[in-house]
């Protein structure tokens, strides 16, 4: 990788006429206005990093970054597989963005360091910023789009961090931070493009190898390719056999598109329980790195997120968002049957996720596998009728969550009533027991939402 503190020559940066210090964002002339660029993530000249900067990265890093623990999965038996889970969800803020954010910030020049740092964030990478920001005493700006959580842009102003909510999407809020970095002079860092970040994300895979012997494959969360192109490098270079494995939401499949046109392109995202994926279009250095060493690129429903957020809290009594989800929804939706038998290892690589967000991808993982059901059924209004039906879910252990009467609309017998019930039962085994004793005994019965097709899997993860 380039001495990215350098005086850049001509040839590397056609457009820089001064050092990376001097300019750290500069314009491009457009029709419009001028747009300011990043220096370093440049679509003609992509920096692919080395196995080398991943290991002076964790050299640098070690004394500010928790070395997470990799343990066998209580869900190994149910899904076939010897299932490991890197926990990096137990960094200080919640994610592994902490890995490169403090490398980048330790390659600072000392006038870098005095002056400062912006970038534009979802929540994960900023957190990682103004945490080791203040930490080692570098002032940090970060831009968030306004549909960022609330809990990420309180934690960045807690840690003195000058925190600008503005932008409808990543792409705005990043055009937001380049230019106010070209005013201000302030050092732009990307949150998974920057050379330095993603060496210090590849420490991620130094550690998976060190520790579990044997493995048959890494299955990584991808946004925008940050993560799985150091990964992907660390393990590679040690173990070329080891299988690397992308997940997208298909709510946001930036590398998968980019693959498919064999260069990275700007792609339509839509809102995602995986925010942390949610970028338009994936770094060219990240795929410049990553895409020959990648294995198979798999996009996942966001049903099987839920579902995948609500196992690990049940099974494993980790709270995971939706992006480090991403992996064990692959492996419970079928997509990765081929590594049945086995040693795999998923990266759970962030736990912020809003309590009330949690509590829906809780609710939704439920509806998904069918243990949280609503139907609507026909019955007598006549003294007697609701209480029959309360027996009745009663004596198959269905727990009843709501239940509301509808009279006006029932035109047909004005001795009938609507009921509108929601329940919980045990399994998709429990909820077609439900269903074969509401249409025995009731003509007009409905079942509303949508399930996923149940599974073997799923079945036995709940017995």
Not at 62 to 77: D, E, L, P, Y
Not at 257 to 274: F, N
Not at 386 to 412: F, N, Q, T, Y
Request: net charge neutral; hydrophobic share 40%.
């Amino acid at each position: 990788m380039k001495d990215l503190n350098k005086k850049p020559s001509f040839q590397e940066f056609p457009d820089l006429h001064k050092t990376t210090m001097e300019t750290t964002n500069v314009p491009v002339q457009t029709q419009d206005n001028m747009i300011p660029v990043d220096p370093f993530c440049k679509e003609d000249n992509p920096n692919k990093i080395t196995f080398e900067d991943i290991t002076l990265a964790a050299f640098k890093i070690k004394s500010g970054i928790v070395n997470t623990a990799c343990t066998r999965s209580q869900m190994s038996h149910a899904t076939g597989m010897e299932l490991y889970l890197k926990k990096d969800f137990l960094q200080k803020t919640g994610s592994f963005k902490e890995r490169g954010a403090r490398y980048a910030l330790l390659m600072l020049t000392e006038d870098q360091k005095r002056v400062g740092v912006i970038s534009a964030s979802l929540g994960n990478h900023a957190l990682a910023l103004c945490y080791h920001g203040s930490k080692l005493g570098i002032p940090v700006t970060v831009v968030m789009p306004v549909f960022a959580p609330i809990m990420k842009i309180t934690a960045c102003r807690q840690y003195g961090a000058n925190v600008v909510v503005e932008g409808l999407d990543m792409g705005e809020a990043k055009r937001i931070a380049l230019k106010q970095g070209q005013e201000k002079g302030l050092t732009y860092i990307n949150g998974y493009d920057h050379p330095h970040i993603m060496a210090g994300q590849g420490t991620l895979g130094l550690e998976i190898v060190e520790q579990v012997k044997d493995v048959d494959a890494v299955v990584v969360p991808v946004g925008g390719g940050g993560l799985i192109a150091g990964v992907a490098l660390a393990v590679k270079t040690l173990q070329p056999h080891v299988q690397i494995i992308g997940v997208e939401s298909e709510r946001c499949p930036s590398f998968t598109a980019a693959r498919a046109a064999g260069h990275p392109v700007p792609t339509d995202i839509h809102s995602t329980l995986a925010d942390g994926l949610a970028v338009p279009m994936v770094g060219y250095n990240a795929f410049a790195t990553a895409n020959s060493l990648i294995d198979k690129m798999v996009v996942v429903k966001e049903e099987w997120i839920a579902v995948s957020i609500l196992k690990l809290v049940e099974h494993e009594k980790y709270i995971v968002e939706g992006a480090g989800a991403t992996g064990l929804a692959a492996i419970l939706a079928g997509q990765l049957d081929d590594l049945k038998g086995k040693r795999v290892v998923l990266l759970l690589c962030g736990g912020n996720i809003d309590t009330t967000i949690l509590g829906r991808c809780l609710e939704r993982g439920l509806v998904a596998e069918g243990r949280l059901l609503k139907f609507t059924v026909t019955i007598s209004d006549r003294p007697g009728g609701i209480s029959e039906l309360c027996r009745m879910l009663a004596s198959i252990g269905v727990s009843i969550k709501d239940i509301m009467h509808e009279r006006a609309w029932i035109i047909s017998d004005v001795f009938s009533v609507d009921i509108k019930v929601v329940c919980e039962t045990r399994d998709s085994e429990h909820s077609e027991q439900l269903k074969e004793m509401l249409h025995q005994n009731y003509r007009n019965v409905t079942f509303g939402g949508v399930t996923l097709e149940p599974m073997m899997k799923l079945r036995s993860l709940n017995n």
